[in-house]
């Protein structure tokens, strides 16, 4: 079965504390991995892709990376703005009996919370 | 910029209840999906289409159906609403099957009492 953990579950920094958020996957065949921000009351918001292992991905004070069983999400000098559930997917080939396409598996998410 | 729009934020239903979820993308975007979304649970697949008037079963069906008869409309049904069937309710919309992430609508928090 595929799965898709991510760690911590909460986190909190201080403004300007550096961290990183972890995503470790057991999937049949990875076809992509995604990073996604959740506001509260708001639907995901897409940050970014990765395909391979070894693959980076920047975006302001966000940094993602990718080996062959897990991604980081690594937050540099985060600010208060940063505050949100973070979530981490998947894509996989569905069953035969879903169509033989593809869908997303997500985690659980990991909220963080950056203090002032 | 993409837009996925749903037809209400909030709902509130009774039990036995017949409901519908609206969801439209302004995109031409092939490929539709809905999840729910509960607390300590994820957001968890129920139906997606990738293409008009076709659906398939995501990994959790039981109690719901949907209907696809234009490409930018994706319709979530609860033939008979059930407490159980309470919470936030995400529609996405994505350009292929493949490579492409999935946009999603801002969600809609349902309540069946």
């Known amino acids: 079965e595929d799965q898709v953990t991510q760690s911590p579950e909460a986190l909190r920094l201080q403004e300007g504390e550096s961290s990183s958020l972890n995503c470790s996957y057991t999937?049949?065949?990875?076809?992509?991995l995604f990073w996604y921000r959740q506001d509260p009351g708001k639907g995901p918001e897409f940050l970014f892709t990765?395909?391979?292992a070894g693959e980076e991905k920047e975006k302001e004070r966000l940094k993602a990376t990718l080996t062959k069983k897990e991604s980081f999400l690594h937050i540099t000098a985060p600010k208060p703005e940063d505050s949100a559930t973070y979530l981490c997917?998947?894509?996989?080939?569905?069953?035969?009996?879903?169509?033989?396409?593809?869908?997303?598996?997500f985690g659980k998410g990991t909220k963080l919370t950056v203090n002032p | 910029d993409v837009k996925v729009t749903q037809s209400s934020r909030y709902l509130v239903k009774r039990t036995g209840e017949k409901v519908f979820l609206e969801c439209v993308q302004d995109?031409?975007?092939?490929?539709m999906f809905w999840y729910r979304q509960d607390p300590g649970l994820g957001l968890r697949l129920i139906y997606f289409?990738?293409?008009?008037?076709?659906?398939e079963k995501g990994d959790i069906p039981e109690g719901y159906s949907v209907s696809r008869e234009k490409k930018e409309r994706f319709s979530l049904i609860l033939e008979s609403a059930s407490t159980n069937q309470t919470s936030m309710y995400l529609c996405?919309?994505?350009?292929?099957?493949?490579?492409?992430?999935?946009?999603f609508g801002p969600g809609t928090r349902l309540t069946v009492l």
């Open positions: 996405a919309s994505s350009l292929w099957g493949g490579r492409d992430e999935q946009f």
């Open positions: 995109m031409d975007h092939e490929n």
């Open positions: 999937v049949s065949g990875l076809r992509g």
């Open positions: 997917a998947v894509q996989v080939l569905t069953l035969p009996t879903q169509g033989g396409s593809e869908k997303l598996v």
């Open positions: 289409s990738y293409d008009v008037k076709m659906k």
């Open positions: 990765l395909y391979s």
